[in-house]
């Protein structure tokens, strides 16, 4: 069983330079989210999608763009990568609305 | 808007002894309330959840929350605390936009 999985796990960019980090998850899950963690800050949702087809804006979702390509799909893409951006990005899903998240492993992206 | 507050960014306790995560959280409606741990290394894990009913929810490792509306509260709670219950441990709120506290980390004495 698969679960979440985040294509790269590890990633380093120049400044200016832009990238997707791409998620899938196998469950049959409705809804997809993105965080990042930052030391001290906890999880700050970026984007989340609460449906096939829909995609809203969460606490942090300047400088990033996503695309919910199918159920399976919800990918995150810098289009023009900053130092503020070197994060651990952990892509989740949900059943529902309210169920438990289901986290993948986790993508390091250092911006130099 | 909602928010989660975890005053405590670190705790220390004796393994055996008894353990309290506090977290304060602001919502519009009934809120919808979890409470995540992270091990060294790990992904995030559930513990629990409240969606309604009963105010005193059980989760998995012997873990325990109870949901306090008039205090806006949802702390977390274990009778007694062993040494690999040493971890991050997340508050979270929201249905749709799952928002998270910024984390308590817990360390255990021998």
């Known amino acids: 069983n698969a679960g979440v999985t985040q294509t790269p796990k590890f990633q380093v960019l120049k400044t200016g330079q832009s990238m997707t980090l791409q998620c899938a998850q196998d469950?049959?899950?409705?809804?997809m989210y993105w965080y990042r963690q930052d030391p001290g800050m906890g999880l700050r949702l970026i984007y989340y999608?609460?449906?096939?087809?829909?995609?809203d804006k969460g606490e942090v979702p300047n400088g990033y763009n996503v695309s919910r390509l199918n159920k399976r799909e919800f990918s995150l893409r810098l289009e023009s990568a900053a130092p503020s951006q070197t994060s651990v990005y952990f892509c989740a899903s949900s059943a529902d609305r309210v169920g438990e998240l289901f986290f993948g492993e986790g993508s390091r992206l250092t911006v130099l | 808007a909602q928010s989660v507050t975890q005053p405590d960014i670190h705790i220390t306790v004796s393994e055996g002894a008894s353990l309290e995560l506090r977290c304060n959280y602001s919502?519009?409606?009934?809120?919808?309330l979890f409470w995540y741990v992270q091990s060294p290394g790990q992904g995030l894990q559930l513990l629990l959840k409240?969606?309604?009913?009963?105010?005193l929810v059980q989760g998995i490792k012997g873990f325990e929350a109870e949901f306090k509306r008039s205090q806006s509260s949802f702390n977390l709670r274990k009778p007694s605390v062993h040494w690999s219950d040493a971890a991050e441990y997340f508050c979270a709120v929201g249905d749709d936009k799952i928002i998270f506290g910024k984390g308590t980390r817990l360390h255990i004495l021998p």
């Open positions: 409240y969606f309604s009913g009963d105010t």
């Open positions: 469950m049959n899950h409705n809804s």
């Open positions: 919502y519009g409606a009934t809120p919808y």
């Open positions: 999608s609460a449906s096939e087809g829909t995609t």
